[in-house]
């Protein structure tokens, strides 16, 4: 990493306690070098060192008041990353351990994840530290209001379109657009995970999980593989994971085990996918409540435990880091062949490192988890053209989108590493290129 070390430095130097953005970068830029030795012109024009400093980082305090009658106080952000190739695009997350580190390393990736759809949107992400769950919905409808009103002066339709993320579902989306419209007098696109009937996009609910498994069709049958009678455990019980579910099933894979934050449920005969989506979508419950109708499946606490069971593929889908090296060792001695990532950087880069030792087919987040983001950029289009497409017209242009996505990236792992497997080198090299051109061409900016 001799011409990104000084970069890499940098980031370390100004950006102190951010563990995860400095892991998001450090797994990017170890895989650059190739790429910037062909183009001393970019080294020269400081394309890398722009790149890891975000546009724009925007902080601030978001008071609502609560069922009690109290105020409460939460902290909003938003990162506006890179805008060479588009208007920002990325989700919002509303959890507990939302921080500036988490925000930035999710814009980071967004980067690159969206320049992989071949659509033109430019990477940012937002959220806050609070937590939705236990929250009524007045409570939370008073919280995305105090919410939108910061964030409303920072965003817009050719600016920055923010999308769902953790904690923020299509309840959290309408409330944080009607204020939005209210205080801008704006009916425009400038969120997307919409409802239908007011500028939503058919798919959008599945496509994370959906292009998911489209990404790693292509990847298994490039290595003579399938999803037909692979054992698979899915981590996770929210969108991207049910639907990933879902798809693996329907391309004729087993489905064993799932899980949400408090522990992990084991079916032996294959999860019942339309219970899930009750307990999860309907009734908010937890898993756990899954044995109550399936005594003969196992439930056992503690989620990373998950990895602990036999697989022939896993599909993280949960959140980042869960699986760190000793996990990643387990599925590889348990005999799994086979990693997509739902989630957005699940692996930690430990775990990445086993699975390139033992050779398996690994579809690195940035690419196979796009299929969500790119499902957003189509509702922008909708929006844009003020037209609603069929689901069937979604759900194609999205497969085409992943299977894109894995061509890209393959090819780029073929040219600059010599191995079409390298997917995690093929996705970042592809996504940057495109990128990097693009600053180029705009100059100093």
Known sequence: ???????????????????????????????????????????????????????????????WVDDNGNVQVNRGFRVQFNSAIGPYKGGIRFHPSVNLSIIKFLGFEQIFKNSLTTLPIGG????????????????IMAFCQSFMTELSKHIGADTDVPAGDIGVGGREIGFMYGQYKRLRNEFTGVLTGKG??????????????????YFMREALAANG??????????????NVAIYAAEKATEF????????????????????????????????RARIKEYVTVHPEAKYVEGCRNIWDVKCDIALPCATQNEIDEESAKKLIANGTWAVGEGANMPSTNQAIAVYQNAKIIFGPAK??????????????????????????????????????????????AEE??????????????????????????????
């Open 367 to 412: 690419a196979a988890n796009a299929g969500g983001v790119a499902t957003s950029a189509l509702e922008m289009s909708q929006n844009s053209q003020r037209l609603e497409w069929t689901f069937e017209e979604v759900d194609a242009k999205l497969q085409q989108i992943m299977k894109s996505i894995y061509n890209a990236a393959a090819s780029a």
């Open 124 to 139: 940012g992400k937002g959220g806050s530290d609070f937590d939705p769950k236990g929250k009524s919905d007045r409570e």
């Open 225 to 238: 593989k399938s999803f037909k009678g692979a054992t698979t455990v899915i981590s996770g019980s929210g």
């Open 196 to 213: 239908l009937g007011w500028g939503g996009s058919l798919a959008r609910t599945e496509a994370t999980g959906f292009g998911l498994c």
């Open 416 to 445: 600059y590493t010599g191995d079409k497997n390298n997917l995690v080198a093929g996705a970042n090299i592809a996504g940057f290129v495109k990128v990097a051109k693009a600053m180029y061409a705009q100059g100093i900016v």
């Open 1 to 63: 990493m001799k011409l990104l070390k000084p970069v890499m430095d940098s980031v370390l130097a100004r950006n102190p306690n951010q563990p995860e953005f400095h892991q998001a970068v450090q797994e990017v830029l170890e895989t650059l070098e190739p790429v910037l030795e062909r183009h001393p012109e970019w080294v020269k024009a400081g394309i890398m060192d722009r790149l890891v400093e975000p546009e724009r980082q925007i902080m601030f305090r978001v008071p």
């Open 252 to 283: 004729g894979a087993k489905v064993v085990a799932m899980s949400d934050s408090n522990g992990y449920i084991y079916d032996a005969n294959g999860i019942d996918l339309k219970l899930i989506h009750e307990l999860k979508e309907v009734k």
